[in-house]
């Protein structure tokens, strides 16, 4: 059972909101960008990475966190449009004090957002946001506010997005996609600045074999009805144009989705699957181990017990994946909705990584994705958003515990119950998994409908 979050600004995944709203408001972000420079002090000539993704809001959000910095004796270093995995990349590699990304991932565009990262590369830790979060708190009604309007624009170093495309061309050493019929869409997000480039360096014949789809953002189409929060729209494709694989990326790319070649989707569960067998196979799984969430289905438990591979399940938030792998030392871990961590190639969970993960392991073995998790049987599952004006803790509200509790009983060892509030959104999510797929909606509805009436937005 969910519970609630204490936290006022920071989610699982920064801070996110409406662009031109609190938290996403220009006194709000100029704090932010104060608070995070303070927290740099003392450090010799302390410097930022910035990296956005395509919305509109971006560039002016960019340019309000930018100015806050450098008013506190920050320099800020912009990689322009690329991908959040590659500002964890290029803080780590380039020394950078810290990174931030401007985006709202999967979100509307009309949402953005503000994701730090530490100069090791990964996310800046719980007491660390928490302290941050304070002083924006404590000093953003006092912050003099700039007109954004007079910011200096933020300007763009191209070098750096192209050594962020080089290391990703540097953990597929061989890999060649001559000949292989691919479909990738890049809701209109990050990886529209990469992909391109990064494909055709791989040897893929664009457009005849290789189909770029939603590559051409312009401020609010990223996430339109495709990317990976819509991953049967390039399984559709996949199979009208008679392509082996589709790939699809989230807003910000962090995230990759698959489909097969008979317009079926294949997620984060099947990425997972593949990879552990195949990490397996050359002595890489460290302890046998894969990490996934409370989301992922019993199937994938299922599969990969039958390779002798154990799976544990952290709290959703690829974070809290990561918490995890550290503590057990697992070599690969991830989420069904496609955030998968490769801790010996990067720090945070990176779409386009993961798809020249998987496409090489298919030109390794020459087996197609639907081959290599054919053996995976889902159990029916499904999802119930529910839009709430709070996220008062579930378990403090009778009718939802209730309803929790019977769904608990009658499913027992046939199913799962997972219910929590989402990170990045005033959403309560309710999740059913079970052998019976009467006994899963029935439980979802019921569920769904005592917080829709206790807390619905």
């Known amino acids: 059972m969910s519970k609630g979050n204490t936290r006022k600004l920071f989610g699982t995944d920064g801070i996110r909101g409406i662009a031109g709203e609190p938290p996403l408001d220009v006194r709000t972000i100029h704090a932010t960008g104060l608070a995070l420079g303070h927290s740099l002090q003392g450090r010799h000539e302390p410097k930022v990475i910035l990296g956005r993704d395509t919305r509109e809001s971006s560039m002016w959000i960019s340019a309000t966190i930018s100015d806050a910095l450098r008013k506190t004796g920050v320099s800020v270093e912009s990689a322009g449009v690329v991908p959040t995995p590659a500002v964890a990349f290029l803080a780590r590699a380039h020394g950078f004090d810290a990174g931030v990304v401007i985006s709202a991932s999967h979100n509307p565009w009309r949402d953005n957002g503000i994701k730090l990262f530490g100069q090791d590369g990964f996310k800046l830790p719980d007491a660390v946001e928490a302290s941050i979060e304070d002083e924006i708190i404590r000093h ?39 000949g292989l019929r691919i479909v990738a869409d890049c809701a209109n997000g990050a990886a529209s600045a990469v992909a391109p480039e990064l494909f055709a360096r791989l040897g893929a014949r664009i457009p005849k074999e290789f189909a770029l789809l939603n590559i051409s953002p312009d401020g609010s189409n990223i996430n339109d009805g495709c990317g990976a929060l819509h991953p049967q729209w390039v399984a559709a494709e996949a199979q009208k144009r008679q392509a082996g694989i589709g790939l699809t990326f989230d807003g910000d790319a962090d995230r990759c989705m698959l489909a097969g070649a008979h317009g079926n989707v294949i997620n984060g569960d099947g990425i997972l699957l593949m990879a552990a067998r195949d990490l397996k196979a050359r002595g890489m799984l460290t302890g046998d181990l894969v990490v996934a969430t409370t989301m992922s289905n019993m199937g994938l438990e299922a599969a990969l017990k039958r390779s002798g591979i154990r799976m544990l399940r952290a709290p959703v938030g690829d974070r809290y994946v990561l918490e995890q792998m550290h503590q057990h030392g697992a070599a690969l871990g991830g989420e069904q909705s496609g955030h998968i961590l490769f801790p010996h190639l990067a720090t945070t969970g990176d779409g386009l990584l993961t798809a020249l993960v998987v496409l090489d392991l298919v030109a390794r073995t020459g087996n197609s994705v639907d081959e290599l998790t054919q053996d995976l049987k ?17 378990e403090e509200i009778a009718a939802v515990a209730s309803s929790i509790r019977a769904a608990e009983e009658e499913l027992k060892d046939s199913g799962r119950v997972v219910i929590r509030y989402s990170g990045t959104e005033a959403l309560a999510r309710v999740m059913i998994e079970a052998e019976s797929e009467e ?8 569920i769904a409908n005592a917080i829709r009436s206790e807390l619905g937005a």
Not at 150 to 165: I, K, M, S
Not at 378 to 394: D, S, T, Y
């Open 140 to 178: 953003a009604e006092e912050a003099i506010v700039p007109e954004v309007s007079g910011l200096p624009r933020v300007d763009d170093n191209a070098t750096l997005a192209e050594d962020y495309l080089q290391f990703l061309i540097d953990c597929v050493p061989g890999l060649r996609l001559d």
């Open 378 to 394: 889902v159990f029916p599952q499904v999802i119930v958003n529910v839009r709430v004006r709070e996220k008062k803790p579930l």
């Open 439 to 446: 006994a899963m909606r029935r439980h979802a509805d019921a």
